[in-house]
């Protein structure tokens, strides 16, 4: 069950090139990391290049520019490095193939936490006994 949220910033920012960004996340996870297809919950938010509404730098020597997508994905722990760093190559090679972004311009982290860390609707932890909070 992750969570992604995709943060773009700049380069053609519209709803085609945002969906294409969540697509491109959603097929990396279900191949990198055998998430069930149907297992999508995403927010996609386009940011005004303009406005400077997203800051980047060139940490550690990886050069961004105003084409820059940040992808935050929070899941369950339990996926070990290989699983992670397979994950993130996957994203940077669809992200370039359905969006025409620049690998160098996917960002990404994984913020990791227990089952009892979500409620999927009603009020209830379903992924914890029987499933109430």
């Not at 959603?26 to 297809?37: F, K, M, R």
């Not at 699983?83 to 160098?104: C, F, H, M, S, V």
């Amino acid at each position: 069950m992750p969570f992604v949220r995709i943060d773009a910033h700049g380069g053609g920012t519209d709803d085609d090139r945002l969906d294409a960004l969540g697509r491109a996340v959603h097929d990396a996870l279900v191949e990198a990391l055998g998430i069930p297809p149907d297992d999508r919950f995403q927010v996609l938010t386009a940011h005004d290049a303009a406005r400077g509404t997203l800051r980047y730098g060139d940490y550690p020597g990886v050069r961004r520019d105003a084409g820059i997508v940040f992808v935050a994905i929070t899941l369950r722990a339990g996926r070990t490095t290989r699983q992670k760093a397979a994950l993130y190559g996957r994203i940077a090679q669809l992200a370039e193939e359905y969006a025409g972004t620049d690998p160098r311009n996917v960002f990404v982290t994984l913020t990791e936490n227990t089952s009892a860390d979500w409620s999927l609707g009603n009020g209830l932890a379903q992924y914890v006994g029987s499933g109430s909070c």
